[in-house]
Every structure is written in C-alpha cells, then in structure tokens.
C-alpha cells in the first residue's frame, strides 16, 4: 500500500509539474485524443501472456504506403505505470512521427511495482522483436527502428539503444540478463537504429547531481529493489550512461535546463560519455525547459525528425 501511495504521489505532483497544451508528462495527457493517422490497432498483446501490461498500440501515417519505417516510442512515468500507452505524448511526440511518414509503437511495460529491473528494459526488447515479427502483418519497414521515449521512457529507449546484440550486463560479480525471453520472437533481433532520450534518468547511481523530486524510497530504489548503498553497481548496470561507446548507434538527448524532476546534469552527463566513446551523438539543452515543460516545441519536435531521418537514410543498417 504505501508503494502504490508513493506511485501515486509521484503521478500527481508529475504530472502538475510537466503539464502543458498538447503535450507534457506521458500519463498526464488525456487517452482521448485522436491522432491523424490512417490506421489504428489497439491493444496488441506482445507477449502471448493476456496482460494488459504486455498490449501496445500501432499507429500508421495518414499518407498510405506499402510499408513505414518505424519509432517505438515510450511514456514516462518514473517506472510506476504499467498502462499508460494511451497518454504517451501522443499530440506532440507521436503526431510529429507520424506526419514524417514513420509508423508509431507505443507500447506499456511492466512497473517496478510488478516485477524490479530488468523487467521493464526485457518488456521494450520483447517489442522491437514483435516488430519484426509481425512486419507484415502491420506494414513495418524493419530497415529502420527507431526508439525515443521521455523520463523514464527515455531511460528504457536509451538503454535499450546502447545494449544493442547485448544478451547479459555484466560488472565484476554482478549480471542481468538485459535481452529477457519475453514473447514469441526471441529468435529475432532486438537492435534497434536510432534513439531519442527526452529528460531521461541515465545515471542512476548519480541522481543527486542536480536539483530533483525527493521521494523516500527513490523511484529508482523501487526499480532496483535496493539501496543505492552497497549497491552502486546494479544501478550502474542499469544506466545508459555506463554503456557509452564507439559502436553505440546514434543517440540525441533533449534536456530541460530548469528540469526540477529529472536533472539536467543527467542528460548533460550521457552527452558527455556518449562524446568521450566518439559515439554518433546529438544534445539539445532547453533553456527554459522543464520536465516536459516547455520542451515540444515545433524546434525541438523537427529537430528530432530530422536526427531520425537523417539516420534512416545513411546507408549503414542494422540487420533484421
């Protein structure tokens, strides 16, 4: 109970934070809105299990084609929501995808109130594979799959950008299993082409290194399910942050300056490992910026677009 009552708190004073029209915190938006596309498919259960935990929804461009290149994009919600795919800032992230001609997956994935990390980045693997495997059936182009996703989405998009072919993390005596077995694809790819980190947490056993939301335990010790003491390693296995390299693919990070939730030093800190490793790597700092806040503009919405384009169309692929 008192988990659910910290869930519910953190949603509450989230969303109050991040409001803006049109857009803001992914669980805030209403579930209502309409997006213009050509096609819609609700409720498609990834994983085989009849979890609403496990559905995601598939939107298609409104210019009809034989097959769209696709973004998976993911809400945020400090890992405490486990159905929220229907507010995944869907008039402003997923609209601009979709008028770019890209084909949007906005899946749900368990919470760290259901099952503690790596549950939550095996759920995102498990629907980059359901993309490719059911590529036909919903017109997907898998030549590009990209990810983006914002606070704690954009901490799951991330990571699952820099583990790309990564079957287990690994530092000293500890191990995840990051690629999980969830679903019926796991003989196929989870590699995905590109990501956008929108305000994420990317340094979990540095969240201290800026202004941000306390709360008692910390989203990220539910994630984890243990201290930060004496357990600095399990968080840093699950930082993108502690991924950076050279073969990572390429990685834009927007950040709100004035981000009291998520601080800025977080997304400057993965901008800063990311150019360290020579990765193929992109910052935009919001100088007005907040949590969500004043961070969709139409700038930083075409901006995001074009990284994507930009990626979609140098010849090197990701093989299906």
């Known amino acids: 109970m008192k988990k659910m009552m910290l869930a519910g708190a953190f949603l509450f004073a989230h969303a109050c934070l991040s409001a803006q029209p049109g857009g803001g ?3 805030f938006q209403r579930p209502e809105i309409k997006l213009q596309c050509s096609e819609k498919f609700s409720d498609i259960n990834y994983a085989g299990d009849g979890e609403a935990y496990h559905t995601l929804d598939i939107y298609l461009p409104q210019e009809e084609r034989s097959s769209y290149p696709v973004v998976i994009h993911i809400y945020g919600s400090a890992w405490f929501s486990n159905n929220s795919k229907g507010a995944a800032d869907l008039s402003t992230i997923c609209q601009a995808l979709l008028n770019a001609g890209y084909a949007v997956v906005t899946p749900n994935h368990r919470a760290s109130t259901d099952a503690k990390f790596p549950a939550q980045i095996n759920d995102i693997k498990a629907v980059v594979r359901f993309v490719r495997g059911e590529a036909r059936k919903y017109h997907f182009d898998t030549a590009f799959v990209g990810i983006s996703g914002f606070s704690s989405g954009g901490h799951l998009a991330s990571l699952a950008a820099v583990t790309n072919g990564m079957d287990d993390a690994s530092l000293g005596d500890v191990s995840y299993d990051i690629e999980g077995a969830v679903g019926s694809y796991t003989s196929l790819s989870s590699q995905v ?5 929108w305000s994420g947490p990317v340094d979990l056993p540095n969240m201290d290194c800026g202004e941000k939301m306390k709360m008692d335990p910390s989203p990220e010790e539910v994630l984890i399910g243990l201290p930060l003491t004496g357990n600095e390693t399990r968080y840093a296995l699950a930082s993108p ?26 997304g400057q800190r993965f901008y800063e490992a990311l150019r360290a490793a020579e990765a193929d790597c992109g910052y935009t700092e919001v100088p007005e910026g907040g949590h969500g806040f004043n961070m969709y503009t139409e700038e930083n919405l075409a901006r995001m677009v074009s990284f994507f384009d930009r990626v979609r169309t140098t010849p090197a692929r990701i093989a299906d």
């Open 25 to 27: 915190f992914g669980g």
């Open 193 to 197: 082409n590109a990501a956008c980190d």
């Open 241 to 266: 942050v502690t991924f950076a390299d050279a073969d990572n693919v390429p990685i834009h990070i927007f950040h709100g300056k004035t981000d009291n939730v998520v601080p800025v030093c977080q």
